[in-house]
């Protein structure tokens, strides 16, 4: 689909290029454009953090983004260029780990369309966060589960909207 | 025949290596190599939590795959604890 | 307020800098970031546009502005770097009309915080814009009254959702 | 005393230098400003609408205007048609 890009960016080659997202998706037709970019923050439930480490199955990542496109895609159904990249490996603080970028005709469409991306995108995708702290500890993040028995039940759990990190 | 699993996130910590080699016989299911796996784990990565593999997803390149599906034909897998991800 | 930027930008002298709202907006405590470009796109309401004359009278958009953004800041409820900015003068296709981005902890106030500014910013700023058509005639927008009275009859007719350019 | 009146948008179409200067009485009210407005540009450019010139708001450069307030005592003002903006 030409509409849409999807990208896993190893950290150790590059930083994750929202100036790229917001070029992919402009175009004549399209008045609205909204983007997300979730970086790597100090702290975490009151625990100082110095970097973040991300494991993904890339196959299955890029294979995940695509039919979260084309979800959105479908609901947002409206004309859509969308860009859904993710870092991989060792980010330090204020590095970007995700952005997502969509251009619409209208700003209702483009807000909706970044908004649906991104909560699929967190839920969804097979992407491992291991956080890395001051004191010299670190720990991987306590998820969704990708089963679908498990992850109905933690969605009703936690509430449509996730508070971890971004 | 020999099922070549890739680990992910916090199971990697049960092989340094990133993968794990079980047997399995022919037409083993997922919900099979899922109770092997949580047996070879309690043998050889003690640390790693058994409620995370009971929790984890299987995988293929291309799909999640369920407990009553059987494990593909080349044995190529991987396990996907929950994601805490982007 | 260090935590908000806004500013005009004359179209003449510079096209408006997503780049430095995503830099301005970027703190080690912020995990999300929210943006929103708007565009002057090809077609409105099925006429094909070849640019965009913005009118605007400075001071008291300046000051609309920064009443926005301490609006915003109060809703959100958590800390919050905003910057708010629009083009005014000639303006081609593709040229961006505003800009507005919105960095806080979390993703959901990041969105919220950007989704309320450039409603607010729609409805209320005193800015014109003269649309002008590939075969030579042009018209100023029918828009949003500024005065009190004739705005609350408007937005309860128009819905909450502008569709309106971007 | 004096009115000065800076012009926008759509309104711009009533004078070619972009304000409007009129002579009001002293205390003269925001409303009454209006109507001496509607019958000069009634006069001197037919063809900007009056009812244009009902849904503006005036303002200075640090608030909007209501009706029963009075005109700043420096004169200066802005007319602010229904804005279209963003």
Known sequence: MENLHVEIVDRSEAKLNVAAALEFVADPRFGGIANFVGRVRE????????GITYDLFEPLVL????EIGARTLAEVGAPLKLWIAHAQGDLGL???AVVVAAGTPHRDEAFRACRLTIEALKHEAPIWKQEHYADGDSAWSE?????DEHR???RAAAGFHGTDHG | MKARILLHGALREAD???????DVPAGCSIGELRERLVAHVREH???????LLRRSAFGTR?????DHEPVPEDGELAVLPPVGGG
Chains 1, 3 share one sequence.
């Open chain 1, 94 to 96: 204020g590095d970007p």
């Open chain 2, 16 to 22: 340094p290596a990133g993968r794990i080699e079980l």
């Open chain 1, 43 to 50: 702290f975490n439930r009151d625990r100082e953090v110095t």
């Open chain 1, 143 to 147: 998820g969704c589960s990708l089963c």
């Open chain 2, 45 to 51: 990565a003690p640390g790693v939590g058994e409620d």
């Open chain 2, 62 to 66: 291309e799909t999640i795959l369920h």
């Open chain 1, 63 to 66: 294979k995940t983004f695509r």
């Open chain 1, 152 to 154: 109905e039940a933690e």
